[in-house]
């Protein structure tokens, strides 16, 4: 009996040799707009690996989808995962999930050091993959992923969730629109003060031990690349510590507790990305889009509300009597984007990380339903993650300019 992903994995090969067409050609991610909610009985059979971020996901719900078998290493963690995908199956490790005939997708909510192997492991084994952020820790790893994933054919996928925030989401159609005009400069943060709690847990370190802040920053770096397809060519970063204990001994040998990165893109565009661990600072994910026309900017804060500036014509002064453009600034009211036709009915709900999860689950079920490359494919992941290496590489050097190797 022929498993079913060697069978969609022929009917690609098949498609693509007809079209005339390339896995390059494909490379490209259909970006601005989302496929629509398939209605065809193909079912997805998934294995769900990670008992802690796994958890938040929406599978069991989608109606193209069966939740196979989980999996996690610790009892506890397999049982919360069986009781939320209503799944009666399974495993200890990764590894005994991956011999499943019946599983052929998995979502990897694994610890970060461990996303490069646990992917390359999957895809050996025949599996399309969703993998949690980032795509790895290494450009090394960034390569062999790349080459892995061309040499597959599977489907991958990175689980970003600042993709598909609600935000995210209509920026991404101001965009498209043309409503910025060019946009001058972009900006995005990430705040996770106290990370050091999550730092040892029963005494013994966690992989979070030290980790070093550019080492996951994809959550700020989507905010652009989603948006505009740009590509971070070049990046000066600096880093803060201050000699803490607890950064001792971290196996990363990362003296930082926050990183600051100024990058700069293929069109030009000067982008900063802040990833803070430590310190006063409030809570946040949030992009900056700086246009001619027009500016849009996150709120401080999930409940916040967005602010837009637009470009005017009336003259006025600023404080100190000069004269000035007074410019148009307006509370922006967000549309639920998970309440629309963007979803399948079953997934039109709120859901973790600014309503990105039910999104996440949906682009990758619907993508190797309809044979098709998601929008974080392994070229927008590797886009997404490697400038952080570099990034931190810069910082380690004292802010050195370096350039960013290409994935694409």
């Known amino acids: 009996m022929t498993n079913p992903t060697t069978k969609h994995f022929l009917k690609r090969r098949e498609f693509l040799s007809k079209a005339g067409l390339s896995a390059a050609a494909l490379s490209v991610a259909p970006r601005f707009a989302f496929a629509a909610p398939s209605v065809q009985d193909r079912k997805v059979r998934i294995g769900i690996v ?28 397999r049982a919360a995962l069986m009781k939320t995908y209503k799944c009666s199956k ?37 599996k399309h993959v969703l993998c949690a952020v980032p795509a790895a820790l290494t450009l090394e790893d960034c390569a062999k992923l790349r080459d892995e994933v061309k040499r597959s054919g599977l489907t991958y996928m990175m689980a970003e969730t600042s993709t598909y925030r609600q935000s995210t989401i209509s920026v991404k159609k101001m965009y498209k629109e043309g409503k910025f005009g060019t946009l001058f400069s972009a900006a995005a943060e990430y705040n996770h003060p106290g990370l050091e709690v999550l730092y040892f847990e029963n005494g013994k370190p966690t992989w979070r031990h030290g ?23 070049h990046v000066s970063g600096m880093g803060w510590g201050d000699d803490s204990p607890v950064l001792k001994g971290n196996p990363y040998k990362n003296p930082f507790w926050n990183e600051t990165a100024f990058f700069k893109t293929n069109r030009g565009t000067p982008f900063r990305v802040e990833v803070n661990w430590r310190g006063a600072l409030r809570n946040a994910e ?52 998970w309440e629309t036709d963007l979803l399948p009915a079953p997934l039109q709900h709120n859901s973790g990380h600014g309503g990105s999860h039910t999104f996440i689950t949906h682009e990758f079920i619907d993508a190797i339903v309809k044979n098709r490359q998601p929008e974080v494919n392994i070229h927008e992941a590797l886009a997404y993650t490697a400038p952080g290496i570099v990034a931190h590489e810069s910082a380690l050097k004292n802010g050195e300019y370096l350039k960013i190797p290409s994935f694409d």
Not at 57 to 74: K, M, Q, R, T
């Open 50 to 77: 990670g008992g802690r971020f796994g958890l938040g996901f929406y599978f069991h719900e989608h109606p193209n989808c069966i939740v196979e078998a989980v999996s996690d290493l610790l009892p506890d963690r």
């Open 286 to 337: 949030r992009g900056e889009w700086r246009g001619e026309k027009m500016s849009f900017y996150m709120p401080q804060n999930e409940t916040g509300e967005s602010t837009i500036v637009r470009v005017a014509d009336k003259l006025g002064r600023d404080d100190g009597g000069f004269q000035n453009k007074e410019n148009i600034v307006e509370a922006f009211k967000q549309p639920l984007w």
């Open 211 to 233: 980790l070093p802040p550019m080492l996951y920053p994809t959550h700020c770096t989507a905010f652009l690349i989603a948006v505009t397809g740009e590509r971070l060519t």
């Open 90 to 126: 399974s495993y200890e490790s990764l590894d005994k999930l991956l011999r499943d005939p019946k599983v052929e997708a998995v979502f990897l909510a694994t610890p970060a050091p461990d996303h490069a192997n646990h992917v390359l492991a999957s895809l050996k084994a025949g």
